[in-house]
């Protein structure tokens, strides 16, 4: 059967793949290879996965810390405004007040599934 212009082992076969089912490979396409790294799995580079190149962790002050747990008592989800007021007021910047939440929010759903 004449395979397609668009199927899975030719595309793989014209970026380089060659035949899909190389010995280095383990039996894998390049293009299952490439899925597998853009979604963390064995070829990412450990099981962390790859931070973003330059930017390093953002270690927070203990009255930073205060302040963000003080406001996530309040309220758990925050508005546009109130995002901007804590960002001016811990020197932040507004994604960072945004990435935290979530990761609290995330920290507390782990935290009642684990007390049940």
């Given at each position: 059967m004449e395979k397609g212009p668009f199927s899975v082992e030719r595309l793989a076969?014209?970026?380089?793949?060659?035949a899909g089912g190389s010995a280095a490979g383990g039996g894998q396409s390049s293009?299952?290879?490439?899925?597998g790294l853009a979604r963390?799995?064995?070829?990412?580079?450990?099981?962390?996965g790859s931070a973003?190149?330059?930017r390093?962790?953002?270690k927070f002050s203990a009255a930073q810390l205060q302040e963000l747990e003080r406001s996530f008592r309040e309220q758990r989800y925050l508005g546009a405004g109130e995002k901007r007021r804590l960002a001016a007021a811990l020197s932040l910047s507004q994604s960072q007040i945004k990435t935290w939440?979530?990761?609290r929010r995330m920290k507390?759903?782990?935290?009642?599934q684990d007390a049940r």
């Open positions: 076969q014209s970026s380089g793949g060659g293009v299952s290879r490439r899925v963390g799995g064995p070829a990412a580079g450990g099981p962390q973003t190149p330059g390093s962790r953002t939440f979530q990761n507390l759903k782990r935290q009642t």
